[in-house]
């Protein structure tokens, strides 16, 4: 295939990629942080800070800085278009492609995308216990942290599934084998059952290893008219759609009182929507970076996006599917458990490297088409990146 | 000895609630020793946290009904790490989440978990309050 991937976002690109590396205790400021992955990204799409016109980012609990800190500090020129959100790990695909609207709708040339966060050194997200609003109904209850949320969540998928914490461990070790190979990595020793089965629960059923490795860093993406784009004599990196699903939320993410089936996630209402829109199943897809702030959330999107049946994941894996030489390589950089919690947003910036062909150790031959999801109960968003040769 | 959940919490070091014009009755239900939830009288379905409006057909006719208090295990965890400092005296403890008869779900405390015996999804409990340091708390306890 030549050109722009069809579909919603013919005429856009994924410019370019940026990463700071990832620390337990960063030594410098989150801004700082935030330059330095959106200066890579600009000249890893062979731009200049001038050229970008539009930003948007993410940000929760303020744990961020906002798009006018960076505009001053990368000496962008005048924005055209600026997008703040208030979200979660749903958000990095759900980035792109606002970025992408933003410039099929002539609102901008270049958007630069980021998240910075000091997520291990300063404020923990999944710690984060506001007075007031839906934290009020949990709090005292002992509910405090997001692993406690996800922990029963997926004690119910397993007891839905009738899973274990085998099929835990299976995909804790899967991706492990991934980020062994990855240096920017965190979590680079491989894992045997053995020794994931040995380590105590924090919070029923996940061990440590079960939940992703927060970090400070940041991570920063260009996408571009692909009529303005730099050849840079490279696969270029279309957009061939991309879906947002919330349903049965309530007053803040952490309740999900109204959501009604803990053993399934927001992919069973996105996947339909997403292959529609794009005309693709899911034996089209050649990667699929999976969001996987914990463990069981990876199954429920593996299930929930077709392409294991449900309560198959564990088996799917073990089968070796989602390794590098499977039907299905799955969280190619050793996902957020592994390679560490950037939100999600190295999650999309692996899925880009892979189609792209500068995924490393870690490249998968041939890639057409990845799947890239963030999310993983009550909302996420989900894209599907092509290589355009 | 005191088997009371929260006696082993040090409710002190958690942010105290904030009540609104939405979640208001739910802490004076909690304060008369009951649970509250409401109720559309439009399409008559149950919901919990209080929201002003339904959350299922976004009528504005929601009544505040009290619980019976018996409900079903729908999931759960036990929690072993301290991940706040009021509960390190405290665990393990057990959070069940608990689907009320009358419909709403809602997480609550296990009161008396006992690690040899554990968790079953689906076991009946019953919700009652326990009132200690000068609060009014919700927990769940087996039902026989």
Not at chain 1, 42 to 56: H, K, P, T
Not at chain 1, 156 to 183: F, K, M
Not at chain 1, 334 to 350: D, K, P, Q, R
Request: aromatic content about 8%; hydrophobic content about 40%; charged content about 20%.
């Amino acid at each position: 295939m030549t050109g722009a991937a069809a579909g919603p976002w013919g005429d856009v690109l994924i410019s370019g990629v940026g990463m700071t590396s990832f620390a337990h205790n960063a030594d410098r400021s989150v801004l700082s942080l935030a330059l330095q992955a959106c200066r890579a990204a600009v000249a890893d799409a062979g731009l200049e800070a001038c050229d970008i016109d539009g930003i948007v980012n993410y940000s929760l609990y303020g744990d961020s800085v906002p798009s006018v800190a960076v505009a001053g500090g990368l000496a962008t020129g005048e924005l055209n278009y600026v997008m703040e959100f208030n979200l979660g790990g749903q958000a990095p695909a759900f980035m792109v492609m606002h970025a992408a609207m933003a410039i099929s709708n002539g609102l901008a040339d270049h958007v630069l995308v980021y998240r910075a966060l000091k997520g291990r050194s300063g404020n923990r997200i999944g710690r984060h216990l506001d007075a007031g609003g839906g934290t009020d109904f949990r709090r005292f209850a002992g509910l405090t942290s997001y692993p406690q949320v996800i922990g029963s969540w997926i004690a119910r998928y397993l007891h839905e599934t009738a899973s274990t914490d085998e099929d835990l461990g299976a995909l804790v070790l899967a991706q492990r084998e991934y980020a062994v190979r990855n240096p920017r990595a965190l979590r680079r020793t491989q894992l045997t059952l053995d020794q994931y089965l040995a380590e105590p629960y924090i919070t029923s059923p996940l061990r440590r290893h079960d939940c992703a490795l927060e970090v400070d860093g940041a991570a920063a993406i260009v996408v571009s008219r692909a009529s303005s784009a730099v050849e840079l004599g490279r696969p270029r990196v279309g957009l061939r759609g991309g879906v947002w699903s919330s349903r049965h939320t309530d007053l803040d993410y952490g309740g999900s009182y109204l959501w009604p089936d803990y053993s399934e996630c927001f992919a069973v209402n996105a996947a339909p929507r997403l292959w529609k829109q794009t005309g693709l199943r899911p034996s089209d897809i050649d990667v699929a970076e999976i969001y996987d702030c914990f463990s069981g959330l990876a199954l429920m999107n593996l299930e929930g996006f077709g392409f294991c049946g449900r309560g198959e994941a564990g088996d799917f894996i073990r089968s070796g599917a989602t390794r590098i030489d499977g039907r299905l390589p799955v969280n190619t950089h050793g996902g957020l458990l592994a390679e560490g919690y950037l939100h999600g947003m190295n999650t999309v910036i692996e899925g880009i490297l892979q189609a792209r062909g500068d995924a490393g150790a870690n490249q998968v031959s041939d890639v057409e088409r990845v799947l890239v999801c963030s999310g993983g109960r009550v909302a996420g968003s989900v894209i599907v990146l092509e290589a355009n040769g | 000895m005191s088997d009371l959940f929260f006696d082993r919490v040090h409710l002190d070091q958690l942010p105290p609630p904030v009540p609104d014009e939405d979640s208001q009755p739910y802490w004076s239900g909690l304060a008369r020793g009951v649970l509250v939830f409401q109720r559309c009288g439009q399409c008559s379905r149950s919901w919990f946290p209080p929201m002003p409006r339904c959350p299922h057909c976004g009528s504005d006719s929601a009544v505040f009904e009290e619980s019976s208090g018996l409900g079903t295990i729908y999931t759960f965890t036990v929690t072993e790490y301290v991940f706040h400092p009021a509960f390190a005296d405290r665990v393990p403890y057990a959070i069940v989440t608990v689907d009320l008869d009358e419909g709403p779900r809602v997480h609550v405390p296990l009161r008396g978990y006992d690690p040899a015996v554990g968790v079953t999804i689906g076991a009946r409990v019953r919700l009652d309050v326990e009132h200690v340091g000068g609060m009014d708390l919700p927990v769940a306890t087996a039902e026989p």
